[in-house]
């Protein structure tokens, strides 16, 4: 049962005044329930709770942290045909997806507890004595991964579930210890509460501290913009806008104390078309790529949103396969109003722009808020020269670029912004000649692709998702996979420290079994 | 030979029109060499060497940079007697501690061309596919850490050798694979040339290209912020005050695209003398401390700037005997007559505060540029609520404050800013008396002490140097040991790439035999 309440640590509150509903883009109506703002009072006593949690929940040992961590994945599985519903009522999006988004939440919970459980992801380190040295004694020092403090995760538009209330931010934040206030997203603040209820009951159940997680209902910026200045917050996770990214980052790196905000961002993802690929196997490639496109109408951060190749006949045969192909296929839903509407904006700006033209365009009649794919075209020289065109367009859109040769293509990718993915598509005889491209692309991106499609981010300790900016504000970190974790904590070192009073993972007798580096050598022994 | 030369690449260039001398603080004089500032058309050129630099220089395999680094080690080491000549004439500092400096500089190249000759620092990461997985196959992943491309390091006024030119800052992001523009400290422009000479050598003894190390003569804040602002930069390397590394953090912040900064500014490093210590070792504490205080004139950043104890006559005899004692010590020569200049006023600052006592100033006649060390006292309650008395004062200084009750030390120390280090001077059987305290530290610094002094800095993987701002600006990296690297890399996946073209690190067969994780299990094993 829905309230429309904030979670404000254990508590269900509504103090503030300003309210809002959520929209199913589907049916066109505002859904029914009225959710509650967080006011200024709430924000205060959410970090004040998370302040107080972070005392003892960051000395939790990693098996009580993977019982907090599993049993979230098992309350949201206990929501049942609810969540899906809500979900679906919220973004538009089919059944499918929500189920889909659900496995994949679920899973990144458990791929954390296991990972704290096993323990060796604080990579202990151990320099141990030498009192006898010369000049001076060498002392004790041990050195571990500990939690940064509170940490602030704004929930995305785009993955209700993946990446909001319980999603990957938070999930990693806390396996590392801290603990979280989400800053809901507005579009879906039904799916962020009765995540928030499972998480909720798993704390309980499961001895957490009040105040290990909140969960704010917001309509605007003004909740988050307090939650990212407030002293005691120590880190931010974001996944959206590069205009919002940006702002945060900005507040964040202003602060007397400015504190670390991972924003994923922006990208359209660069895929490259060699010649010898476009020849072979243009036509197959044209219809994966109308696939990819329009994948959850095109609401991915990995969405294709420009490809590049050599002009020629070839390429101009792919280009119109991807025109015929991309026509083919039914339009779907958008999450929002707003969200078709950016869309629609942004797609006229980049079509009245001077070279472009426009090669496939949805004409035919479709549902309101149904997101029309298209395809522009343009040649390199005009493309260098107009930054409007290399702008994100969310949505099932792609503008394909006609370079002159190879080295325009090198100079394109020389001078593109920062992208999470981009992906080679080519005979493998034809890498070899093409170095220069495919070096320029590597060190542009965080993710590098091969004869594929960018969507579908495998949650994987091989995965980057991140990239450099404007992909994402911190290219030193990934925002899924395991190793995702590495953004809420730093080291410290412990210098000849009483072994009693040491944390486990650093102890003589290695009490947690892991794997350490003791004097640059590692292994799971004791000392 | 010294001639005031910039090395741009592996070219000594002198075209700007600002020169400046270095200072001799023992004899109160300029030194003779005039040294040439960088122009805006040398930095641009150093710049533009350093980024086509990169593009070999990023792909170079971990035994060639190993080859770099250790060259580097041995031309230091080769320059003999001119280079500890013009260290000591540049700085006041003893022979002794120029030898002692050159011996971590080159321990601390070496350690870093042993890590990437060994190759594992990479994090290879391999997920392998799993083409019938349902409901869509899992494709091939791989993972490594890449460097970010041309950084800048900023020399630092206290380590003319191990943090500056070939300091700890530049060999990791050597060893990262970053091409580095060294901003030379003016105040030790010879030692940084003799340096930049030593590096020049190694690289063409070793092959490297030209433009993988520059090394910019400045005399105020030009250069250094042309270097930052520049957008080929992707990160930056800085020791030195609060002020200056915040304004490199706030410029960088502030750039279309923001880089990291790893900026290891100021920390007073509390230490916490618990009662039964005081009571049964104060004496001797005292005597350790007088000399931690006062080792070389106190300018570490790890000096010990604030002594806390409860109030009693065991404390009170701690003091009067860290007082005597450090009365005893022949004042020594400090870096600088700016540094000194500093000294006394900041120290003058704080004397003047309300509630100060001056315990101990030392009064006998100096010579010109040595520093007069001082110990202060105050009150708990006057600490509190004078943040003046938490800053820096860099030198022989220490302020002591006797707190009224473990709960107002508790609050203290939560109230302090991030520091390097803290430490707890204790009885063992107190510690467990006094969680909260220890709890409320452990919060503040990026490495805790027991029963020791924070001045010493081992070079090694465990040690944790960096902490809580304004310790540093980044917390989640360290700026001593091999850890370091970590500042100048990010991760980037490989999908589905041909074995072939993969890095070797990621190559099925491990050529370089280096520890992986494969499908999150850790192995040196082939595929």
């Known amino acids: 049962m829905l309230t429309g309440k904030n979670y404000i640590g254990n508590t269900l509150s509504s103090k503030g005044e300003i309210t809002f509903k959520t929209f199913n883009p589907e049916t066109n109506r505002e859904n029914d329930v009225v959710y509650s703002e967080a006011s200024d009072q709430e924000i205060q006593q959410a970090v004040n709770l998370a302040t107080s949690a972070f005392a003892s929940y960051k000395n939790l040992g990693g098996i009580k942290k993977a019982e907090f961590l599993n049993a979230i994945a098992d309350e949201i599985e206990a929501l049942g045909d609810e969540l899906i519903q809500t979900y679906c009522s919220e973004t538009g999006l089919p059944e499918g997806r929500a189920q889909g988004e659900r496995g994949r939440t679920v899973f990144q919970l458990r791929s954390f507890a296991a990972m704290v459980k096993e323990g060796s992801w604080v990579e202990a380190a151990i320099d141990t004595a030498i009192l006898d040295r010369q000049p001076i004694p060498k002392t004790d020092l041990r050195k571990m991964l500990v939690p940064l403090g509170p940490v602030v995760v704004f929930g995305a538009s785009n993955f209700p579930l993946a990446y909001s209330t319980a999603g990957g931010d938070t999930a990693a934040a806390l396996a590392a210890g801290c603990p979280v206030i989400v800053k809901s997203h507005p579009m879906h603040a039904g799916t962020g509460e009765l995540v928030a209820s499972a998480i909720h009951k798993a704390a309980e159940k499961t001895g957490m501290p009040d105040g290990v997680f909140s969960n704010l209902n917001s309509s605007g910026i003004h909740v988050g913009i307090e939650l990212v200045k407030h002293p005691s917050i120590k880190g931010v996770g974001f996944t959206g806008s590069i205009k919002a990214g940006r702002a945060l ?151 394909v670029v006609q370079c002159e040769s190879k080295e325009q293509l090198a100079e394109i990718i020389n001078n593109l912004e920062g992208q999470l993915t981009g992906t080679i598509l080519a005979e493998e005889n034809e890498l070899s000649g093409n170095q220069k491209v495919i070096d320029a692309l590597q060190n542009r991106v965080g993710r590098i692709i091969y004869n594929g499609v960018p969507t579908g981010v495998e949650v994987c300790p091989s995965m980057q998702h991140g990239g450099p900016y404007p992909a994402s504000t911190d290219s030193r970190f990934t925002s899924v996979g395991i190793h995702s974790v590495k953004r809420w904590v730093r080291p410290m070192s412990f210098q000849s420290w009483p072994d009693a009073l040491l944390p486990d993972a650093l102890k003589n007798e290695n009490p947690l079994k892991i794997s350490r580096l003791i004097n640059n050598i590692s292994t799971s022994d004791s000392i």
């Open 249 to 399: 980052f900005n507040l964040a790196s202003q602060r007397e104390e400015p504190i670390p905000v991972f924003a994923e961002m922006g990208s359209v993802n660069p895929v490259i078309l060699l010649p010898e690929a476009a020849k072979e196997r243009g036509v197959d490639l044209a219809k994966t790529y109308a696939g990819s496109i329009t994948l959850g109408s095109g609401q991915f951060c990995t969405n294709p949103g420009l490809i590049l190749g050599i002009k020629n006949n070839d390429f101009s045969q792919f280009i119109d396969s991807l025109s015929d192909e991309i026509l083919k296929i039914d339009p779907t839903c958008m999450l929002h109003p707003n969200i078709i509407g950016n869309y629609e904006k942004n797609k006229a700006l980049v079509a009245s722009q001077p070279g472009i033209t426009v090669k496939a365009d949805f004409e035919n009649d479709v549902d309101v808020n149904y997101g029309r794919q298209t395809i522009l075209t343009v040649e390199g020289a005009t493309f260098l020269e107009n930054s409007v065109l290399h702008q994100e367009v969310f949505g099932p859109y792609s503008l």
